[in-house]
């Protein structure tokens, strides 16, 4: 595991099951954010030490040799540090007023916004990633790229739309019916937010996100910096899925006729399933028997 | 506005530390290895000649990955300026549909010889249309990358008011 973020309070072990690729994919989707747009910096940095950490385990080339990068630092790039901007910031540019770029500010801080756009995309991602990768379900027994649409549901995060932010003092009960309310104004009928969550769990917000190919809906409950995710993705079209275990840390909990994979990865756990044209997965720090007791829930609406 | 032993030390091995990671970023970012190496080490240049605020604050690594993310907003934003007002300054027929790939080298080159200036606008398509990174360039031309960023600069005022005049 990479020495950041070690002693913060987030787990970013997800990241260290996902592929290189998926891990670029994020940071490119990070890069291509407003400057000023919520980044969770914490994730990555997480990120990138994770690729240079392989790259050094197990070199390509990709990277420069860092004496070779130091010396041509020293004789490039030192000698010219007068001059505190951007090689490509041209005091008398008037590219600012034309093209609204914005230079470097004087100050830069560390910015590290507890909720942002990229923490969703990077956590749900993280969240569906670790239970395929992470677990023994492989995904090439998905039956579909599931991996590629993953990756590409990372290139459409510009798609978030909406935000409902939740006030702390919300009843948890309320809370937990939240979700299955906010997918009821999108149509979706279907029994698959759980109405039961551990004690202390509150809904923090709800973000959805909208792509010609699917929904996204996810739900943040926190408890006093400990998050539990609820994802659920609409698909435009319904997936020919195939399910897999091939290990044994991989639960099946069948509920409605429904199965439901459970997996653990350290103290996560990710519960994942599908039905009809969703996608499902629950992630979080979470025993196995709370997980059950959540599966169970989303369905005792309609047993009662 | 030298560094101190203290800083230089510290700077150092934040390179040694980060300068992998901040490539991945760059990489991903850019997908281009020399554009993102010379962003990285732009970030760095940065960070010397803002070392006692990078120092100072209570996370370097966050500072830096900032100031990169700056450092590649606007070397995207500026190239693609460049680009742009150079593109912009061809006289080329209106039924040529310009690709960069496409631009004859000898044809630019020929649109700007009567002008004193020509290496220059040499440069400017160095970086604009041949996507050198400043190092490169200023290695092809042996000067500094200080002196080259003065030159694109200078070159760039000369094409602005090149196209206001053509205005």
Redesign the interface.
């Known amino acids: 595991m990479p020495e950041?973020g070690k002693n913060k309070h987030k787990d970013y072990s997800a990241f260290d099951n996902m592929s290189t690729e998926m891990l670029?994919?994020i940071?490119?989707a990070?890069?291509?954010l407003p400057?000023n747009e919520d980044s969770d910096?914490?994730a990555?940095?997480y990120?990138?030490?994770v690729?240079?950490k392989r790259?050094?385990e197990h070199p390509t080339g990709?990277?420069?040799d860092?004496h070779q990068?130091?010396e041509?630092?020293s004789e490039?790039?030192?000698?010219?540090?007068?001059?505190?901007?951007?090689?490509?910031?041209?005091?008398?540019?008037?590219?600012e007023e034309?093209?609204g770029?914005?230079?470097?500010?004087s100050?830069?801080?560390?910015?590290?916004h507890k909720k942002s756009i990229l923490s969703r995309v990077v956590f749900v991602t993280a969240a569906v990633i670790a239970l395929l990768f992470a677990s023994t379900v492989t995904a090439s027994a998905f039956g579909f790229n599931l991996w590629g649409a993953v990756a590409q549901w990372t290139r459409d995060t510009f798609g978030f739309s909406t935000t409902a932010s939740i006030s702390e003092d919300s009843e948890q009960k309320d809370s937990a019916n939240r979700l299955q309310n906010e997918l009821n104004q999108y149509g979706i009928t279907t029994a698959l937010a759980p109405t039961w969550y551990p004690d202390g769990y509150s809904l923090e917000n709800i973000d959805v996100a909208e792509t010609p190919a699917r929904t996204t809906f996810i739900a943040t409950f926190d408890n006093n910096g400990q998050e539990i995710l609820i994802t659920i993705v609409a698909m435009t079209d319904s997936p020919n899925r195939v399910y897999e275990k091939d290990g044994d840390d991989v639960t099946v909990y069948s509920v409605n006729q429904i199965k439901h994979y459970i997996m653990t990865n350290l103290d996560n756990i990710n519960v994942v399933w599908a039905t009809e044209n969703y996608e499902c997965s629950i992630s979080g720090v979470l025993s196995l028997k709370d997980a059950e007791k959540m599966i169970d829930s989303i369905y005792e609406r309609n047993s009662s | 506005m030298g560094l101190n032993d203290n800083q230089r030390r510290a700077i150092d091995e934040l390179y040694q530390n980060m300068f992998n990671p901040l490539s991945a970023y760059a990489q991903s970012a850019l997908n281009d290895r020399t554009l993102a190496e010379e962003a990285v080490q732009d970030t760095f240049r940065i960070a010397c000649a803002r070392a006692d605020k990078l120092l100072s604050s209570p996370n370097p690594k966050g500072w830096l990955l900032n100031a990169l993310k700056y450092v590649i907003q606007n070397m995207v934003r500026s190239r693609a300026y460049l680009n742009s007002i150079f593109i912009s300054s061809l006289d080329f027929d209106e039924n040529i549909i310009l690709e960069e790939a496409d631009v004859p080298d000898p044809d630019v080159d020929l649109l700007y010889s009567d002008l004193s200036v020509g290496e220059d606008y040499k440069l400017i398509k160095k970086i604009a249309l041949d996507r050198y990174s400043m190092l490169e360039a200023a290695q092809e031309l042996g000067i500094s990358i200080e002196a080259c960023k003065k030159r694109v600069q200078r070159a760039k005022r000369r094409l602005k008011k090149r196209l206001e005049e053509k205005n």
């Open positions: 950041f670029e994919d940071l490119r990070d890069s291509q400057i910096n914490e990555i940095l990120i990138m030490e690729i240079a790259e050094k990709r990277f420069q860092g990068a130091w041509s630092f490039n790039y030192l000698p010219f540090i007068e001059d505190d901007k951007s090689l490509y910031d041209f005091e008398d540019d008037f590219a034309q093209t770029i914005k230079y470097l500010p100050t830069i801080p560390f910015q590290s």
